[in-house]
Every structure is written in structure tokens, then in C-alpha cells.
């Protein structure tokens, strides 16, 4: 058994064990495999293992696995989105977590409308606070959200956030918690096309935190594919 599926065996046995003693179902978290960086090669061993959603960070290496990985893959666009790139992905992709403006949204669904198809996305939200990370502030989230609702080929499906780096998964739990409550908020207010069912939160370092606060989607790319080298 090669390195990527003794890999994955490891972390769907930690999903499941924390489902389990989470008392959630395990078929509501998405395993979501980063595979930025990693060849063909290795995307193929998880994918026969039966993983069928990947997640990449760079427009162009996303389109280029694109066209040589099998058609069933369902792409995630996890990575900074600039609005001159949307058009590259739009109608491709199955999600795009990282929407961080409403300029951005307006792109997609100026692109969405040519195409004549909803393109699915979510609200990166910088719930850490962090300077160096992209995403809305948690105070701006509602106003947000009511703006891009208008755009009718964009649907708001839930929230996104990467969280700070932590040594200790659990050090996230709080992060993870607040951005459950964000999401309430925005639910309770019964926006039109707009739906909080997915909540793409959890990395190698804290996907066991997120489950427990109410994942729906993990990404976990290192843990999987070994570590990255982006000097090559
Ligand atoms: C790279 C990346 C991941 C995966 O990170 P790992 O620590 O390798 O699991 C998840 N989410 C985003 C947004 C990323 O850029």
C-alpha cells in the first residue's frame, strides 16, 4: 500500500473515531484532499481510494489537473480567487470557498450568467483576526451576505475559515465555535438564496476541533500528501 492511502486510512479512522465520540454522523463531513502542489500521481492514489473531492489554491494548476485528472472529481478552489482569474473556473469547479469581497462575487456571477449556471460558493470569514489572512471581519459578515444574495447566478452555501496556527487542535475549538454562531445568525435571518448548510473549516492540524464544533467540510492536504515543498 503506497504512502497517500496509509495516509488517508489514518485520517478517515480519526474522522470517524470523532464523529463518533462527537455523537455526528460521519457522512456530514466532506473529506476534502489538498492536493496543491502534489503530482497527478498521488491525486490518483487517493482518488482510488475513492476520494472524489480535491482541493487546490492556484488557478492555473487547478485547470491544468483539471483536464488530465478523471471528469468525476469534484474541484475545490480553497485558494485566493483574483477577479481576473474567475473566468478560468466558473462552471468547473463544484466550490469555491474563498469569497472575500463583493466585487469578487460580482465577477463570478457576471461569469455564471454567461455560462447560464448558479455557481456555488462560500463566505471566507478571517475568524482568527489575522493580518497576514484574507477573509471578511465577522462584523461585516450580514451586510455581506445581503449584497451577494442579490447576485441571482452566485449561491451563498456557508461559511470558510482557516484558522490560526496552533500546535494543539483543540486550541481552535473557540474559533471553530463562533464561526457556528455567525452562521446561526446569518440562517436566522432568512436571506433568499442564501443557505448555511456548509461549513468548510478544519486542516491537518485541526480537523478534529472543527468536527467537534460542527464541520461539515474539512481540507486536509499535508496529513494526507506529506508535507509540501514549494522551493522546487
Ligand atoms: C493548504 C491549505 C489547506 C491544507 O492545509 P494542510 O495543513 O496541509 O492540511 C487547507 N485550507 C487552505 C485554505 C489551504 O490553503
Known amino acids: ?136 471581519m465577522e462584523e461585516d459578515a450580514m451586510d455581506i451576505v445581503k449584497e451577494i444574495a442579490e447576485f441571482p447566478h452566485v449561491r451563498i452555501m456557508g461559511l470558510m475559515t482557516s484558522a490560526p496556527y496552533v500546535v494543539d487542535s483543540d486550541e481552535n475549538l473557540k474559533i471553530f465555535h463562533k464561526i457556528m454562531g455567525l452562521a446561526v445568525d446569518i440562517k436566522n435571518e432568512n436571506v433568499d438564496n442564501v443557505y448555511m448548510g456548509v461549513m468548510s473549516m478544519g486542516m491537518s492540524q485541526d480537523f478534529v476541533a472543527a468536527i467537534k464544533e460542527g464541520s461539515t467540510m474539512i481540507r486536509v492536504g499535508s496529513l494526507i500528501f506529506g508535507q509540501r515543498n514549494y522551493n522546487k
Open 1 to 136: 500500500m503506497g504512502e497517500v492511502s496509509n495516509n488517508l486510512k489514518k485520517v478517515r479512522k480519526i474522522i470517524k473515531d470523532t464523529c463518533e465520540s462527537a455523537g455526528r454522523n460521519e457522512n456530514e463531513v466532506t473529506l476534502v484532499a489538498v492536493s496543491k502542489t502534489k503530482p497527478n500521481e498521488m491525486i490518483m492514489e487517493a482518488y482510488n481510494e475513492g476520494v472524489r473531492d480535491f482541493g487546490e489554491n492556484y488557478v492555473q494548476e487547478l485547470v491544468e489537473k483539471m483536464e488530465s485528472l478523471p471528469k468525476d472529481i469534484r474541484w475545490h478552489m480553497i485558494g485566493h480567487l483574483q477577479r481576473n482569474k474567475v473566468k478560468y473556473i466558473v462552471g468547473k469547479v463544484k466550490l469555491i470557498h474563498s469569497i472575500d469581497s463583493v466585487r469578487l462575487a460580482a465577477e463570478i456571477n457576471k461569469e455564471a450568467e454567461k455560462l447560464g449556471i448558479i455557481q456555488d460558493i462560500l463566505l471566507e470569514i478571517n475568524m482568527g483576526r489575522e493580518e497576514t489572512k484574507f477573509g471578511i
